[in-house]
Nanobody, 126 residues
Framework: QVQLVDSGGGLVQPGGSLRLSCAASGYTLDDYAIGWFRQAPGKEREWVSCFSSSDGNTYYADSVKGRFTISRDNAKNMLYLQMNSLKPEDTAVYYC???????????????????WGQGTQVTVSS
């Protein structure tokens, strides 16, 4: 059974940094496209970043490009999101998500992802 567990959220001041982690079990990370989404109160879920297992490329939403970095440790089956230069508008619950087996390419559509973590709250405030 595939399971994703998010962690690493918290309260940080604007300009600060956080690293989110996603522990995967029940499958091998590089068998699937996997990424991060976020949802702020009263807003739609937003795609943040993705790691394609087909070519190893990474993709980012324009709103986080240059500030966030997605990475993975295949040996530990862990996915990470390093978030730097955080802004108040980055405040949201962050979720890692994986596409079904056999889908190796990234997608910005949450409905294309089958497995989800429980979410971790990130609050950027002074």
């Amino acid at each position: 059974q595939v399971q994703l567990v998010d962690s690493g959220g918290g309260l940080v001041q604007p300009g600060g940094s956080l690293r989110l982690s996603c522990a995967a079990s029940g499958y091998t990370l590089d068998d699937y496209a996997i990424g991060w989404f976020r949802q702020a109160p009263g807003k739609e879920r937003e795609w943040v970043s993705c790691f394609s297992s087909s070519d190893g490329n990474t993709y980012y939403a324009d709103s986080v490009k240059g500030r966030f970095t997605i990475s993975r440790d295949n040996a530990k089956n862990m996915l990470y999101l390093q978030m730097n230069s955080l802004k108040p508008e980055d405040t949201a619950v962050y979720y890692c998500a994986a596409r079904p087996r056999g889908y190796y390419y990234c997608s910005g559509d949450g409905s294309d992802y089958y497995y989800w973590g429980q979410g971790t709250q990130v609050t950027v405030s002074s």
